[in-house]
């Protein structure tokens, strides 16, 4: 009944007068015009359209009815990649990264790292994939087939864990030193470290990782041992 007043507020459907006993007496017209403004308005037809449609001739009903169909057609659509994309939210990185990243982010948190660090590597992977596409799913590919050695799992542990130390922690000098093996062992190391040797324009790879991980006083200064280490290295190597 709600319905009906409304329609009647509308202006779509015709109030009849009530007669002595108070009642209002609704001819078959009036039962047929509910039925369509009731069909027409469980399509979806707005009521305005509707009441256009109640005076439109069976031609020009056909034609509008034609339209309202291709309106709704397009509105599933977009609904329907609409529901593509939130769909898309449940893979997680995968909406955003390459399939080679995504599953190189897994494996991180598979092996312990700590959500914090993912979350690190994801937001620069994300940056550098977006500049390097190509080069970053095949760095991407190199550090995660490299990943299955546990030592490398180990360090990568480790290394999370020295988020937390003091810059003056002794353990850095003897992970330093473990960095250097693997990375003789391996193109990628934990820290990030160089993709620059294989683009053209390597300075922004530096600066995307600067600007996206939280580097801590213990890991700059891991850094700053890793680079004395190699640099004593190269200079041996050269006499």
Do not use: N
């Not at 069976?58 to 609409?82: M, N, V, W």
């Not at 990568?156 to 810059?167: G, L, N, S, T």
């Not at 473990?178 to 600066?207: C, F, H, K, N, W």
């Amino acid at each position: 009944m709600r319905a009906i007043r409304h329609y009647h507020q509308r202006g779509l459907l015709t109030e009849p007068e009530r007669d002595a006993s108070g009642y209002r007496r609704y001819t078959a017209d009036d039962v047929i015009a509910l039925i369509r403004i009731r069909t027409l308005a469980d399509a979806g037809v707005p009521l305005a359209r509707i009441e256009e449609l109640l005076g439109a001739g069976p031609e020009e009903f056909s034609g509008a009815i034609a339209q309202i169909d291709k309106a709704l057609i397009g509105r599933i659509r977009d609904l329907q990649e609409q529901r593509r994309r939130v769909s898309g939210l449940v893979a997680g990185d995968r909406l955003f990264l390459p399939a080679e990243i995504a599953e190189l982010l897994d494996r991180l948190r598979a092996i312990g790292v700590s959500p914090r660090t993912v979350q690190s590597e994801r937001d620069a992977w994300i940056l550098l994939a977006g500049r390097h596409r190509e080069a970053a799913r095949r760095w991407a590919a190199e550090k995660l087939v490299a990943l299955a050695d546990p030592e490398l799992q180990q360090v990568y542990r480790v290394y999370d864990e020295a988020f937390d130390w003091d810059p003056a922690d002794p353990r850095l000098e003897a992970l330093a030193d473990t960095i250097l093996t693997l990375t003789g062992r391996y193109s990628a190391d934990p820290g990030g470290a160089s993709l620059e040797q294989t683009l053209d324009d390597p300075v922004p790879i530096v600066q995307l990782w600067s600007q996206t991980i939280v580097r801590p006083p213990a890991w700059e200064r891991l850094d700053e041992l890793c680079q004395e280490k190699a640099t004593a290295i190269g200079a041996l190597t050269t006499e």
